[in-house]
């Protein structure tokens, strides 16, 4: 597995660290670089932001992603597969009538409510792909994928009715039936140099457990469980993310291999997969 970090640096101040050619610009004010791990500049970025922090009152880097580039092999012998969703869409189900009780939410961290209706969605807004999520965390799958993972005889998901304002919905809420537990090799935080549990009145990290922090950002590692070898799919037990506005802190999702070769197989869009370690 190779793993890179993705960085959009404020190009005024660039130069305090990368050469002039170095990364692409996009438009006037960014400049994106792609570092290694082990490159010793990554451990530079944390110490000239807090400098242009406190020099400038201005960010060194506006935004970041963590890249994983795994084999065939590699993701063809793993036992367990995360699975990332790769389109995101809005209005929330919220936003289009979908009853929610949050009196039963953590108070702390928002985690935990439950959804008291069929999820409402605006008729159009749903991607034109076989699996996506809305901005508040609600999995949506196509007609298509039901249908495979029920002819493949797959277990470990419960496909609910999607409501349309208008129209005739042909897409389903995914529900996970069965949980498994993240263990402490699981690393969450603001982001990669920055791992707080908490900011600005915002709590990332609940004492309660219920959320790990604002980003995911190392692979996914699971504590073993009978489960895993009974299901195809699961959800976490812990959250990721944070209560603000719409947003909501939201499980990981893995797979089986089986699931991900039903994917290949059948040619479903929207997926992305990351090897999960099972402790």
């Not at 960014?30 to 290694?36: A, H, N, P, S, T």
């Not at 809305?134 to 196509?142: D, K, R, Y």
């Not at 039901?146 to 005739?168: C, H, M, N, R, S």
Request: hydrophobic content about 35%; overall charge positive.
């Amino acid at each position: 597995m190779k793993e890179t970090i993705e960085l959009r640096i404020n190009y005024d101040y660039a130069n305090l660290l990368f050469k002039a050619d170095e990364g692409k610009k996009l438009g006037t004010s960014v400049k994106v670089v792609e570092l290694l791990k082990n490159d010793p500049r990554y451990n530079q970025v944390p110490i000239i932001a807090k400098k242009v922090k406190q020099k400038y009152d201005e960010v060194f880097f506006f935004g970041w992603e963590i890249k994983r580039k795994y084999s065939k092999k590699e993701l063809d012998t793993a036992p367990l597969l995360h699975i990332k969703i790769k389109s995101t869409f809005e209005p929330a189900g919220e936003e289009c009538g979908t009853l929610y009780d949050e009196t039963v939410a953590c108070e702390i961290c928002g985690a935990k409510r439950k959804q008291r209706s069929p999820l409402r969605l605006k008729y159009g807004s749903v991607p034109k792909k076989d699996i996506a999520r809305t901005i508040a965390g609600e999995v949506v799958v196509s007609e298509k994928f039901a249908t495979a993972f029920k002819q493949k005889g797959l277990k470990g998901l419960i496909f609910e009715p999607v409501v349309f304002d208008k129209g005739a919905s042909n897409y389903y809420q995914l529900v996970a039936s069965t949980k498994i537990e993240l263990s402490q090799s699981t690393v969450a935080g603001i982001n990669p140099f920055d791992l707080s549990a908490s900011s600005e009145r915002e709590i990332y990290k609940c004492p309660k457990g219920h959320t790990l922090g604002l980003n995911l950002l190392s692979e996914a590692y699971v504590l073993n469980s009978q489960s895993i070898t009974e299901n195809d799919f699961f959800s976490s037990k812990q959250q990721i993310g944070v209560k603000r506005g719409l947003l909501r802190p939201e499980p990981l999702y893995f797979c089986s291999p089986a699931f991900r070769e039903m994917v290949e197989e059948e040619m479903l869009s929207g997926f992305d997969f990351e090897i999960a370690h099972i402790q």
